[in-house]
């Protein structure tokens, strides 16, 4: 039993910035990795991004990958998405996942806990 509560979504000029957060509740957070994916209107949910449970580790999508930088902070239970260099293309509903399993890190289906999500909309 995982609760994810994702935060900092909002409208942000192309060029801009943004970083959005999750915070976790119900079990160790230090024991399974995180990812952040994202839907946009009309589309199927697609990987962003994914960090192993301690940190060292992470991937990206070729999408974001130099733009995205994902991390987390197990003391305060928490993963955050800074996201530089917004595009129009960013514009969707980003998704904080809990993976327990050693799944393969762009499934969606091989997570097992996901936050309600927090619109991101991304204007000229």
């Known amino acids: 039993q995982v609760q994810l509560v994702e935060s900092g979504g909002g409208l942000v000029q192309v060029g801009g910035s943004l970083r959005l957060s999750c915070a976790a509740s119900?079990?160790?957070?230090?024991?399974?990795?995180m990812g952040w994916f994202r839907q946009a209107p009309g589309k199927e949910r697609e990987f962003v991004a994914r960090?192993?449970?301690?940190?060292?580790?992470?991937y990206y999508a070729d999408s974001v990958k130099g733009r995205f930088t994902i991390s987390r902070d197990n003391a305060k239970n928490t993963v955050s998405l800074q996201m530089n260099s917004l595009k129009f293309e960013d514009t969707a509903v980003y998704y904080c996942a809990a993976d327990y399993t050693y799944g393969d890190y762009r499934r969606a289906g091989d997570y097992d806990d996901w936050g309600q999500g927090t619109q991101v909309i991304v204007s000229s």
């Open positions: 960090i192993r449970r301690s940190g060292s580790t992470t």
């Open positions: 119900g079990r160790t957070f230090g024991t399974y990795a």
